[in-house]
Protein backbone atom coordinates (compact mmCIF):
# COMPACT_ATOMS: atom_id res chain seq x y z
CA UNK A 1 0.00 0.00 0.00
CA UNK A 2 1.65 3.16 -1.02
CA UNK A 3 0.32 6.50 0.44
CA UNK A 4 0.69 10.09 -1.08
CA UNK A 5 0.48 13.36 0.74
CA UNK A 6 0.53 16.33 -1.11
CA UNK A 7 1.51 19.99 -0.41
CA UNK A 8 2.67 23.38 -1.28
CA UNK A 9 -0.80 24.78 -3.08
CA UNK A 10 -1.84 28.49 -2.37
CA UNK A 11 -3.12 31.68 -3.69
CA UNK A 12 -0.19 33.03 -6.04
CA UNK A 13 -0.44 36.36 -8.42
CA UNK A 14 -0.56 35.41 -11.83
CA UNK A 15 3.61 35.52 -12.82
CA UNK A 16 4.25 33.89 -9.72
CA UNK A 17 5.82 30.67 -8.82
CA UNK A 18 4.51 27.57 -6.52
CA UNK A 19 6.50 24.57 -5.71
CA UNK A 20 3.87 21.49 -4.80
CA UNK A 21 5.65 18.67 -2.92
CA UNK A 22 3.99 14.72 -3.27
CA UNK A 23 5.48 12.64 -0.40
CA UNK A 24 5.10 8.93 -0.78
CA UNK A 25 5.30 6.62 1.93
CA UNK A 26 4.43 2.60 1.64
CA UNK A 27 6.62 0.60 -0.72
CA UNK A 28 8.00 2.08 -3.56
CA UNK A 29 8.83 -0.17 -6.38
CA UNK A 30 10.66 0.00 -9.74
CA UNK A 31 9.66 0.97 -12.19
CA UNK A 32 7.30 3.45 -11.75
CA UNK A 33 6.05 6.60 -12.78
CA UNK A 34 5.15 9.52 -10.77
CA UNK A 35 2.46 12.19 -11.94
CA UNK A 36 0.75 15.16 -11.71
CA UNK A 37 -2.55 16.20 -12.66
CA UNK A 38 -5.38 19.09 -12.18
CA UNK A 39 -8.78 19.72 -12.39
CA UNK A 40 -10.16 22.69 -12.94
CA UNK A 41 -14.18 23.51 -11.92
CA UNK A 42 -16.30 22.07 -14.05
CA UNK A 43 -13.57 20.32 -16.12
CA UNK A 44 -11.79 16.88 -16.64
CA UNK A 45 -9.31 15.83 -14.44
CA UNK A 46 -5.82 16.46 -16.94
CA UNK A 47 -2.49 15.23 -17.58
CA UNK A 48 0.02 17.97 -16.17
CA UNK A 49 3.13 16.30 -16.24
CA UNK A 50 5.08 12.14 -15.66
CA UNK A 51 8.47 11.75 -14.47
CA UNK A 52 9.61 7.55 -14.44
CA UNK A 53 11.62 5.83 -12.07
CA UNK A 54 13.88 5.81 -15.22
CA UNK A 55 14.51 9.04 -15.52
CA UNK A 56 11.73 10.34 -18.32
CA UNK A 57 9.73 13.48 -17.86
CA UNK A 58 6.90 14.59 -19.98
CA UNK A 59 4.30 17.59 -19.78
CA UNK A 60 1.20 18.61 -21.50
CA UNK A 61 2.02 22.04 -24.12
CA UNK A 62 0.03 24.45 -22.12
CA UNK A 63 2.65 23.93 -19.41
CA UNK A 64 6.41 23.48 -20.79
CA UNK A 65 8.45 25.84 -19.91
CA UNK A 66 6.88 26.97 -17.09
CA UNK A 67 6.28 23.49 -14.91
CA UNK A 68 9.40 21.49 -13.93
CA UNK A 69 8.52 17.90 -12.62
CA UNK A 70 11.22 16.38 -10.83
CA UNK A 71 11.42 13.63 -7.65
CA UNK A 72 14.44 12.98 -4.95
CA UNK A 73 14.08 8.73 -5.05
CA UNK A 74 16.02 8.71 -1.56
CA UNK A 75 12.66 10.86 0.07
CA UNK A 76 10.58 9.03 -2.19
CA UNK A 77 8.96 12.35 -3.30
CA UNK A 78 8.27 13.89 -6.48
CA UNK A 79 8.28 17.61 -6.83
CA UNK A 80 6.17 20.20 -9.41
CA UNK A 81 8.36 23.55 -9.56
CA UNK A 82 5.57 26.11 -11.50
CA UNK A 83 6.73 29.57 -12.58
CA UNK A 84 4.85 32.58 -14.80
CA UNK A 85 1.89 30.76 -13.26
CA UNK A 86 -1.30 32.40 -15.28
CA UNK A 87 -5.24 32.02 -14.12
CA UNK A 88 -5.48 29.59 -16.08
CA UNK A 89 -3.46 27.15 -13.86
CA UNK A 90 -5.86 27.92 -11.13
CA UNK A 91 -7.14 23.94 -10.00
CA UNK A 92 -6.76 21.46 -7.26
CA UNK A 93 -3.58 19.58 -8.46
CA UNK A 94 -3.10 15.98 -7.64
CA UNK A 95 0.05 13.40 -7.37
CA UNK A 96 -0.46 9.76 -8.69
CA UNK A 97 1.90 6.89 -8.19
CA UNK A 98 1.66 3.64 -10.74
CA UNK A 99 3.93 0.66 -10.11
CA UNK A 100 3.08 -3.49 -10.59
CA UNK A 101 -0.62 -2.48 -12.07
CA UNK A 102 -1.15 -0.70 -9.22
CA UNK A 103 -2.47 3.31 -9.01
CA UNK A 104 -2.86 5.50 -5.89
CA UNK A 105 -4.11 8.97 -5.49
CA UNK A 106 -3.26 11.92 -3.20
CA UNK A 107 -5.76 13.90 -2.11
CA UNK A 108 -4.92 16.96 -4.01
CA UNK A 109 -3.63 20.51 -3.20
CA UNK A 110 -5.70 23.86 -4.41
CA UNK A 111 -3.92 25.54 -6.46
CA UNK A 112 -5.35 29.51 -7.33
CA UNK A 113 -3.30 32.15 -9.47
CA UNK A 114 -5.56 35.16 -9.30
CA UNK A 115 -4.60 39.21 -8.58
Known amino acids: QVQLVESGGGLVQPGGSLRLSCAAS????????MAWYRQAPGKQRELVATSTSGGSTAYVNSVKGRFTISRDNAKKTVYLQMNSLKSEDTAVYYC?????????WGQGTQVTVSS
Open 96 to 104: KFQAGGSTY
Open 26 to 33: GSIFSPNV
